[in-house]
């Protein structure tokens, strides 16, 4: 398939639906979003029957607009690609079922996309693109890793996190401090208003040599600051800096030490915590210091989204991948594990 191919995205590994249009000569032509937030928002997280039920509702009317919004019609597509894992196996289900049965009945190809490799990628969307090799840190609720980026398929872990993942653990703490769900924003606001001189949290790990996390200490650590502290919300808003702050410098750390391991000078971010404005300034500190670039996708594109599914769903398409008529997903999938492209 050349590149005009014409791909369809669909996302749905968690309480995100997302469905996106990509086009190799026109790029993005068209992206839907749906949140779940106001559904979830009275259990505190995310219940997974309920994000099933709901990307039944939404999955195909949100397909049906992208394709009106772009002016397509099925005969104009020439794959559809699904996100495959690692997610919530019911919510993944969704989008898998509904993306592989409309390229059986539309005669098409398939892909099963990596949900991770859709957000490793999301920056290539971007005007100004990063170009292979680079770094990677992938931050977001599941997962934060570090990454060797050579090409596409081509990704060896440099470190992860052994226990919370960091988005993981700012809704934790969050909760912890009264916030509302979702935490990890309501968190960030929260430490706007904090004194950054009041508490010092320890930066865990970053006393050893390596690259692998651990943020589950530092939610303890803001809860007995609490307990021995007198709780209002003055307090709240000094614990949630310094919370932040130990973060952002535990992740500013550990990108400075893989850096000069690599000898990489890009740095990509992506994942729902890259939106963190604290985070986006300390790494663009980093990455210039050490004399690189540091490279982000939009805001819209941190979170769970249709488009990265399109865009990578393209990439490997066009490259000759397809699926077979079984509908398969992965709640668990290491990210070494997928092909490389030429």
Excluded at 58 to 65: D, E, H, Q, T
Excluded at 129 to 154: I, K, N, Q, W, Y
Excluded at 280 to 303: D, N, W
């Amino acid at each position: 398939m050349g590149d005009d191919l014409c791909v369809l995205g669909i996302e749905t590994s968690c309480d995100e639906t997302g469905v996106a249009l990509y086009r190799g000569q026109g790029g993005l032509l068209a992206h839907a979003l749906h949140s779940q937030v106001e559904l979830h928002a009275a259990y505190g997280g995310v219940v997974p029957e309920i994000a099933s039920r709901d990307h039944v509702r939404r999955v195909i009317p949100l397909v049906r607009w992208v394709m009106e919004e772009a002016r397509i019609r099925s005969g104009d597509l020439g794959g559809v690609a699904y996100t495959a894992g690692p997610g919530l196996n019911g919510a993944l289900l969704v989008g898998a079922a509904v993306g592989r049965s409309l390229a059986f009945g539309w005669d098409i190809p398939a892909v099963a996309v990596h949900h991770m490799e859709g957000h490793l990628l999301a920056p290539l969307l971007e005007p100004n693109p990063p170009s292979f090799p680079f770094l990677a840190l992938l931050v977001s609720g599941g997962h934060t890793m570090l990454m060797d980026v050579e090409g596409v398929g081509r990704y060896q872990i440099l470190g992860e996190s052994l226990d919370d993942a960091v988005g993981e653990a700012f809704d934790k703490t969050a909760k912890l401090l009264g916030l509302s769900y979702p935490g990890g924003p309501a968190l960030a606001a929260l430490a706007e208003q904090g004194n950054s001189d009041r508490f010092h949290f320890p930066r865990p790990m970053t006393d050893r040599p390596g690259l692998d996390f651990s943020f589950s200490g530092l939610k303890t650590f803001a809860i007995t600051t609490l307990r021995k502290t007198r709780d209002d919300r003055e307090t709240r808003a000094d614990i949630a800096r310094a919370f932040q702050d130990a973060v952002v410098e535990t992740l500013a750390i550990k990108c400075r030490r893989a850096l000069r391991q690599t000898g990489r000078r890009r740095l990509v971010v992506a994942g729902g915590v890259g939106a963190n404005q604290a985070l986006r300034v300390r790494l663009v500190e980093v990455a210039m210091q050490e004399g690189g670039s540091v490279h982000y996708p939009r805001l819209s594109f941190c979170t769970d989204n249709g488009a990265m599914i399109a865009f990578t769903g393209w990439l490997r398409l066009r490259s000759g991948a397809r699926e077979p008529l079984a509908i398969r997903t992965v709640a668990r999938w290491s990210v070494e594990t997928l092909p490389a492209l030429a």
